[in-house]
């Protein structure tokens, strides 16, 4: 199985987890749907330019954030925070599982999933091509 697709069954596993995680901690159906695309919101950062706009987007689209806010929310006992933090990282784990991955400086469609910026970077030669131990760089 190639990196991508590990990636993406983490990303499904990680979207199922913390779906569960927020209905299991009582978190209300609306609020759920509220918070669903709210890191998104982040996208508007591109009107700045691909390299300002994938900094932004990368922020809201790591998992370290809600991870953090999980532990402050679980940690303070403040369960609003857990369902934010739960809300993120299912949204997260969402574009992981549909192929959207952290973006690119060069481009919003060239991201650490996308196979496109891979041939592109190698074309436009974007940094090296590191061989795997047999040889292959692909």
Known sequence: MDTRSILRLEG???????????FSLGGPLWLFAVLALAPDISMAAYLA???VGSRFYNAFHTYLA??????VGVGLGVTP?????????AHI??????GYGLKRPTGFKHTHLSV???????????GPVVPDAGGRDD
Not at 66 to 71: A, H, I
Not at 116 to 126: F, T, V
């Open 12 to 22: 499904a596993g990680l979207f199922a987890a913390a779906t569960a995680a927020y």
């Open 49 to 51: 330019g691909p390299r």
């Open 66 to 71: 809600p991870l953090s806010l999980l532990g």
């Open 81 to 89: 925070l857990s369902w934010i933090a739960l809300v993120w990282a």
């Open 93 to 98: 784990g969402a574009d992981r599982a549909v």
């Open 116 to 126: 496109e910026a891979d041939r592109d970077s190698r074309i436009a030669g974007h």
